[in-house]
């Protein structure tokens, strides 16, 4: 993949933690960048040992807003790193820098990440959809301190009347009410449904708590977490897989014809080509 031949501010996704957990692209573009603004309390500094060793760093963990733009609008000729945590397309307030670079004519790009949530589930070692269990993952949060942003109707205890697998963002403060709002009429979880408590995936100091709905805040507010943490429910969490009809040999699709005995569906197709 070629590096970028001309200045462009990259909002690039650095992964849950582990910094090679960063996508090949995300780690070029920080080895490319002039300039890297980084959130020290939301990605460890380790990822920043991809980028340059003379590139400047800026911490946005004290930044505004207007603080960041700032930086961006006094280098227009720099490459420039904009380094968030997780992908930035959840939760990453990645849009008004978008608006910022659409109004003034800068190049920009957006690198996806690999989301705390994909680290989480294999911190787990679980599928979050198990056929005839749940299908749907559902990602959101508890709307508490911005419970303005919150649009009428996606509030927790709507998603929870489904039984989806839930994936709570931004809510380990609030262990009390986030469980009550989980529980509360017509939810279809029961005290029993199996949850998560995910601390730092995939950072040295990562804590995995497999717990239930009816001791969610219990074992949360005991975690001492408040931030970088992850709350998964649903009963996919802990159901036996079914069997998967995609790989069923009853189950035929254009790359595979329904099984018959003594067929040769299934078999090795051959090696893969050689690459000398």
């Known amino acids: 993949m070629s590096l970028p031949q001309t200045p462009r501010i990259s909002f690039v996704g650095a992964g849950p933690g582990a910094p090679d957990l960063i996508t ?3 780690a070029e573009r920080l ?27 800026h911490d946005s963990a004290g930044m505004t807003l207007e603080d960041v733009l700032a930086v961006y609008d006094a280098n227009p ?16 307030a990645i849009q008004e820098q978008i608006d910022w670079c659409v109004e003034h004519q800068r190049n920009f790009e957006i690198v ?28 959101s949060r508890l709307a508490t301190r911005t419970a303005a942003s919150m649009p009428a109707g996606e ?73 970088t943490t992850l709350v998964l429910v649903g009963d996919a969490l802990g ?13 035929a699709h254009g790359r595979r014809r329904r099984s018959r005995p003594g067929s040769t569906a299934g078999r090795p197709a051959g090696r893969l080509p050689r690459r000398d």
């Not at 000729?77 to 990453?92: K, M, N, W």
């Not at 070692?125 to 056929?131: A, D, S, V």
């Open 77 to 92: 000729g720099s490459c420039i790193v904009r380094l968030h945590s997780g992908d930035p397309s959840l939760y990453g």
């Open 24 to 26: 090949l692209r995300g």
């Open 112 to 139: 996806p990440g690999v989301s705390s949530l994909a680290a989480a589930a294999a911190a787990l070692g679980r599928e979050l959809t198990i056929p005839r269990v749940s299908q749907s993952v559902v990602v």
């Open 31 to 57: 080895g490319a960048a002039d300039i890297v603004v980084w959130a020290s309390s939301l990605v460890p500094e380790a990822v920043l040992s991809h980028a340059r060793p003379g590139a400047v760093v």
């Open 239 to 251: 159901a036996p897989a079914a069997r998967s009809q995609l790989y069923s040999p009853a189950f």
């Open 155 to 227: 509030r927790l205890a709507a998603f929870a009347a489904t039984g989806c697998t839930l994936a709570v963002f931004l809510s380990a403060a609030q262990p009390e009410a986030l469980q009550r709002e989980l529980l509360a009429e017509p939810s279809a979880y029961r005290s029993e449904t199996p949850a998560a408590i995910v601390v730092r995936a995939s950072w040295p100091d990562e804590r995995v708590i497999t717990t239930s709905l009816g001791r969610l805040a219990e074992d949360l507010r005991a975690s001492g977490a408040t931030t």
